[in-house]
Nanobody, 125 residues
Framework: QVQLVEAGGGLVQSGGSLGLSCAASGRTFSGYAMGWFRQAPGKEGEFVAAISWSGGVTRDADSVKGRFTISRDNAKNTVYLQMNGLKPEDTAVYYC??????????????????WGQGTQVTVSS
């Protein structure tokens, strides 16, 4: 059974930092890009960041550039999202995803081969 399990969400004040992790299990994810989407209450889901299997290619949404950093450790089948300079508008449920599409195309559509269950990030003003 394929599972993507997120961890690290929570409540933080504006300007603070949080780190998310997503551990994948149940199959080999060799060749899969991994990344994050988010959905705020009453809003459509949006792409946040993605990273290639090798880690050599990353893409970030304009809204998080310079604040969020995505990375991965293939030995642990885990992808990370370090979020700094958090703003109230970053409040959302963050979903981990694994997909065969390259990171360069993740911003186009909210689809993925595999999804995590989501973790809540709340940024207070």
């Amino acid at each position: 059974q394929v599972q993507l399990v997120e961890a690290g969400g929570g409540l933080v004040q504006s300007g603070g930092s949080l780190g998310l992790s997503c551990a994948a299990s149940g199959r080999t994810f060799s060749g899969y890009a991994m990344g994050w989407f988010r959905q705020a209450p009453g809003k459509e889901g949006e792409f946040v960041a993605a990273i290639s299997w090798s880690g050599g290619v990353t893409r970030d949404a304009d809204s998080v550039k310079g604040r969020f950093t995505i990375s991965r450790d293939n030995a642990k089948n885990t992808v990370y999202l370090q979020m700094n300079g958090l703003k109230p508008e970053d409040t959302a449920v963050y979903y981990c995803a694994a997909d065969l599409r390259p990171p360069e195309s993740w911003w186009r559509t909210i689809i993925s081969n595999y999804w995590g269950q989501g973790t809540q990030v709340t940024v207070s003003s």
